[in-house]
């Protein structure tokens, strides 16, 4: 226990100082700015953050949420990145029983953090996230679990040709963007990709439903609601809950 313990404190640390990096991606790349330079700055006032006011959440923590230099509010969104990622981090490794397993549960995690919360602030999931993820995930499966990888691959084929022909159908409701990532999700999930779909359409339907009811008539027509959150939620379903998910719906078959 006390092996298992460290283990989930390292991940933890090293998941954390990810997310910080993640911010990092998650405000640049949408803006077309580098991700390596400038130094992170203050956004108000363009001040360089000093070494020790950059350390994931307790930075934030100790500063109350304020630049140090013009005491302009920094988002919760930062520690709440950074926690996210290091709690998912951990989950994947304490969760998954074999090397593939824990890489691929890894940069699946890595890749959805961002992806989610651009597509929530800007509705665009960036081909530079989602296209190196699957690369990243063909080399470490076909690698690492090597058998598997036909039945990823054909996974893959299958989600993405899928939210394909919403696409074609519905190129306003579907973006290409949606299509690549629920490719990726085949690519790291296999056939445990199945229910994190059935999860992802669900709970779009559902909260569609309640934002529909609550908006104004006026403005129905105009509402919609980003997919890529709803395609990471299912991914997460899929990630910790697919294998057994599947299990009892086969069992209930037989």
């Given at each position: 226990m006390p092996h298992v313990l460290g283990i989930a404190v390292l991940v933890g640390v090293l998941g954390a100082v990810f997310g910080s990096f993640?911010?990092?991606v998650i405000h640049?790349?949408?803006r077309g700015e580098s991700l390596l330079a400038p130094r992170s700055h203050c956004t108000a006032c363009g001040t360089p953050v000093k070494a020790r006011d950059n350390v994931p959440v307790?930075?934030?923590?100790?500063?109350?949420?304020?630049?140090r230099a013009c005491r302009a509010t920094i988002s919760w969104s930062y520690p709440l990145v950074e926690v996210g990622t290091a709690g998912l981090c951990v989950a994947v490794v304490l969760t998954r029983s074999s090397a593939a397993g824990v890489a691929l549960g890894l940069v699946l995690v890595l890749s959805l953090?961002?992806?989610a919360v651009i597509d929530?602030?800007?509705?665009i999931i960036p081909n530079r996230i989602t296209l190196p993820a699957a690369l990243a995930a063909l080399v470490l499966g076909s690698t690492l679990d090597p058998a598997g990888e036909p039945a990823r691959l054909i996974a893959a084929a299958a989600a993405g040709g899928f939210l394909l022909l919403a696409h074609l159908v519905s190129p306003r409701g579907m973006g290409m963007g949606d299509v690549k990532l629920a490719g990726l999700l085949?690519?790291?999930?296999?056939?445990?990709?199945?229910?994190?779909?059935?999860?992802?359409l669900v709970l779009a339907v559902a909260v569609g439903v309640v934002v529909l009811l609550?908006?104004?008539?006026?403005?129905?027509?105009?509402?919609?609601?980003?997919?890529?959150?709803?395609?990471?939620?299912?991914?997460?379903?899929?990630?910790?809950a697919g294998h057994a998910i599947l299990g009892a719906y086969l069992h209930h078959l037989a």
């Open positions: 993640l911010n990092v640049r790349l949408p307790v930075a934030w923590v100790w500063l109350r949420g304020r630049c953090v961002p992806t929530v602030e800007h509705h085949g690519l790291v999930l296999g056939r445990e990709v199945a229910p994190a779909m059935l999860a992802a609550r908006a104004d008539p006026a403005e129905r027509r105009r509402a919609g609601l980003p997919f890529g959150p709803f395609l990471a939620l299912g991914a997460l379903v899929g990630l910790f």
